[in-house]
């Protein structure tokens, strides 16, 4: 059996556990730059907060309704991800890590010993981090997602936050009251294509031919019918794959005009690509930089260029990899635009120990040990504390954050405070 368990309102529900004031009302947590709302309290919801909404024009309803706007804070959200996961993995070597706030466990047993094992995770999730989650449990992983979705809404058997539909029937009467929207690997673009050809819940996808689904839809979409009917098509990835390709990029608080502002954040951009190329034990075989304006200002002159380069020698070398992207942005750079992003992308990605590169190619200089040392230190310090000139540089780019909370796991600095001493490391 899998069971899916996600964090409910996952960024909301990490800034209530070290500010218990905020339990009760509403509150959205913003994206990159405080643009729009990305995560929502239910609170929130219920006063018609949409997914996605640009903070401009939620400002009546901020005022009308008290609602708390906070920008998101990722050093807490992916902290408590990771005790989350470390937590699960003391449950069930049987663990794949779908996302942030989502894992696939690998779970036996019958209804009711399942239903017991899944509200104790959830209880012991709940008192050593202070998260709430709801678990999903079914013979395959798109079932398992639906049970999820019937926990969230207590559809019967699912009691407690735990919904167990091992039942054939159980599984009919929950896919019948499913929109078909909601179905994982449907989404919102797949699903007014079924619903104009009659398929408007889970339940009727499932019904209809696998044969036909495939040839109007792909093997994808057949495999989820298959899974909607009990056929296991996709197994635990306990040691998922590693990342073909990694693109790093964010948009500017204010648009940018000057060469030395792209450079400092394409550089920032570039470390933190190459950390995560080296994290899943990985090298590049080239490397692309892109740059745009904002096309929504329609007024103003427009530029978007992207170029890609094929490395001599494959790298995962912080050094040689920033030299390479700063000189692709000398001659993507025009001046008399305003920028409102810039970008790198790692490309042709192989294990390390097996890069190839260019015959007879000049190997470019690196340093396995300096950065394995680089790494480690920023492991330990927190992120940037050991970096390169480039990235110090700020130019006015970074993103906007008016109202971040405190980094409360991740910065001694920013631990929660008892009495009014003075934090002791």
Request: some cysteine.
């Given at each position: 059996m899998f069971a899916l368990l996600d964090v409910n309102n996952c960024y909301v529900s990490c800034?209530?556990?070290?500010?218990?004031?905020?339990?009760?009302?509403?509150?959205?947590?913003?994206?990159?730059?405080?643009?729009?709302?990305?995560?929502?309290?239910?609170?929130?919801?219920?006063?018609?907060?949409?997914?996605?909404a640009p903070l401009f024009r939620l400002q009546d309803l901020i005022r009308r309704h008290g609602i708390v706007v906070l920008s998101s804070n990722y050093a807490l959200y992916g902290d408590m991800s990771a005790r989350l996961m470390a937590l699960l993995a003391d449950h069930t070597p049987q663990l794949e890590v779908y996302s942030i706030d989502e894992a696939f466990l690998g779970l036996q047993g019958d209804a009711a010993s399942l239903q017991a094992e899944g509200e104790a995770i959830r209880d012991k999730v709940h008192r050593w981090l202070g998260l709430p989650v709801c678990l999903g449990i079914a013979p395959t992983k798109t079932l398992a997602k639906a049970a999820n979705w019937g926990a969230k809404r207590g559809i019967a058997p699912a009691r407690n936050g735990v919904g167990v539909f091992a039942d054939p029937a159980l599984q009919t009467m929950l896919l019948a009251q499913m929109p078909v929207g909601e179905v994982w690997g449907v989404g919102r673009k797949l699903a007014p294509r079924l619903q104009a050809l009659g398929i408007d819940t889970a339940l009727a996808l499932r019904e209809a031919d696998p044969a036909w689904v495939q040839r109007r839809f792909g093997v994808g979409l057949k495999r989820t019918v298959l899974e909607l009917r009990g056929v296991p098509c996709l197994e635990l990835e306990v040691a998922p794959e590693p990342r073909q390709g990694i693109v790093v990029s964010r948009s500017f608080a204010e648009l940018q005009s000057t060469e030395a502002a792209l450079r400092s954040a394409l550089v920032a951009y570039t470390v933190r690509a190459a950390e995560k190329l080296r994290r899943q034990s990985s090298v590049a075989n080239a490397l692309g930089v892109f740059v745009q304006t904002d096309?929504?200002?329609?007024?103003?002159?427009?530029?978007?260029?992207?170029?890609?380069?094929?490395?001599?020698?494959?790298?995962?070398?912080?050094?040689?990899?920033?030299?390479?992207?700063?000189?692709?942005?000398?001659?993507?750079?025009?001046?008399?635009?305003?920028?409102?992003?810039?970008?790198?992308?790692?490309?042709?990605?192989?294990?390390?120990?097996?890069?190839q590169g260019v015959l007879f190619a000049e190997a470019a200089p690196t340093s396995e040990a300096l950065m394995r040392t680089l790494d480690a230190i920023n492991r330990k310090m927190g992120r940037g504390t050991v970096g390169f000139a480039a990235e110090r540089l700020r130019q006015g780019w970074q993103g906007r954050a008016?109202?971040?909370s405190p980094a409360y796991t991740t910065r001694w600095s920013d631990l929660p405070r008892v009495g009014a001493g003075p934090v002791r490391s």
């Open positions: 800034e209530r556990v070290f500010n218990p004031k905020l339990v009760g009302r509403p509150v959205i947590v913003l994206s990159n730059n405080d643009g729009c709302a990305v995560a929502r309290s239910e609170e929130a919801k219920a006063l018609g907060v949409k997914m996605g096309h929504f200002r329609r007024g103003e002159p427009q530029y978007a260029r992207s170029s890609v380069y094929t490395l001599a020698m494959p790298s995962q070398d912080s050094r040689h990899l920033i030299r390479v992207a700063t000189a692709q942005l000398r001659r993507l750079y025009r001046p008399g635009f305003r920028y409102k992003r810039v970008g790198v992308m790692l490309l042709e990605l192989s294990p390390a120990e097996r890069g008016a109202w971040r």
